[in-house]
Structure formats: C-alpha cells, structure tokens
C-alpha cells in the first residue's frame, strides 16, 4: 500500500480480500498521511518512509527507506528513488516499468515547491533519476491521471529551452510557465 490518506474507512473497504505487506510513504504532507495512525492499528504493517520526512509522521515508521533500497513482497520488488524537493523526505516507488511518483512528477510538471532551492532540487530529483528510466515508463502521481516519462520528458524539454525566473517555485506547470 503506498500512502495513507484520510477516509481510511474507504481504503480498508478497498483492500479487503488483499494482503498489504507495507504501508510505504512517499512523503508526510497531511493529504498522504491523514488515515496513516488508522489504518497501521487496523492493518498491523510496517510503515516505511525516507528518514528526513520521518519526523513529520504522526508515528514513528518501522523502517526507513534510502535512495536505491530494494523492497520485496513475493514476486514483485520494488526499488526506492529519493526524489527531493517537493519534501525533503520525497520517495518514489519502481516496479519493472511502472513508477509510483508520490508528488515529485505530474503529467504537466513537478510537484509544489515552497522555494527557488526546493524547485532545482525537485528539477534534479526528475532529471537525474526518473528522466534516466525507459521512456515507456508508466508514471502514477500521487494526484490525477498517469503520464510516461516520455511524455513528461517531451514537455520538460520544452520548458527548459525558455529562460526561467530565478525565483521560479510553487505550482509549475511545464507548457504554462512564464519566460523571464
């Protein structure tokens, strides 16, 4: 399971008949952690997440999570990308060529930053390490429908041909933002 958001009623009618093995983290902000006390006490899993976003959990997790960890559950392993700025803490979530991105990527741009720093960090956090994957791999935000690193890498390029505002951060989507 990845996030614990509220109505945690509804994600444990969802999982009936499941076996969730983790309740993985991809950051700490209130929309991806509300049902989390809730659904651990109902669950009984280990809850993982990256150590700089641990603090701002409403529990202390089981197990912290670092960029390249492996995490197995039968056949399926997940790998753990560290993908800062959005948060600090920032994790996505690799499964062959499906990328479950938390809020570092949406299909029209990164996630929120709160500062210019913030904004280069999570810009590094998707170029470096999602932009790398197969351009067939399929991306699920945290919020709204999938994109592919293909489609996400054609926009982004775009965007950086155009100069920026140094004091670019906030919501920022990729075919929208304003030159400088």
């Known amino acids: 399971m990845v996030d614990a958001p509220g109505e945690a009623n509804l ?4 999982l009936k ?12 902000h209130f929309d991806h952690i509300g049902g989390l006390v809730e659904l651990k006490s109902a669950l ?17 997790p089981d197990l ?11 056949a399926i392993e997940l790998r ?13 979530f ?20 709160q500062s210019p720093r913030d ?12 932009f790398e994957l197969p351009e067939d791999t399929k991306v699920y935000p945290g919020h709204g429908e999938p994109t592919t690193v293909k489609k996400a890498r054609q926009l982004y390029e775009i965007f ?7 004091n670019l951060c906030g919501d920022v989507e990729w075919d929208k933002s304003q030159s400088a």
């Open 17 to 28: 008949e499941t076996q969730p093995k983790y309740i993985l983290m991809t950051h700490a």
């Open 94 to 113: 690799l499964a062959g060529s499906h990328l479950i991105a938390g809020d570092t990527l949406f299909p029209g741009g990164p996630g929120k930053t």
């Open 80 to 92: 753990v990308l560290h993908t800062p700025g959005h948060t600090q803490g920032g994790l996505c």
């Open 119 to 130: 904004f280069r960090q999570i810009i590094d956090s998707i170029t470096q390490k999602i």
């Open 160 to 166: 950086s041909t155009r100069p920026q505002d140094p």
């Open 44 to 60: 009984e899993i280990p809850v993982a997440a990256h150590p700089a976003d641990a603090k701002d959990l409403p529990l202390e």
């Open 64 to 74: 912290l999570l670092n960029d390249g960890d492996a995490i197995s559950m039968g």
């Open 11 to 14: 994600v444990l009618d969802r």
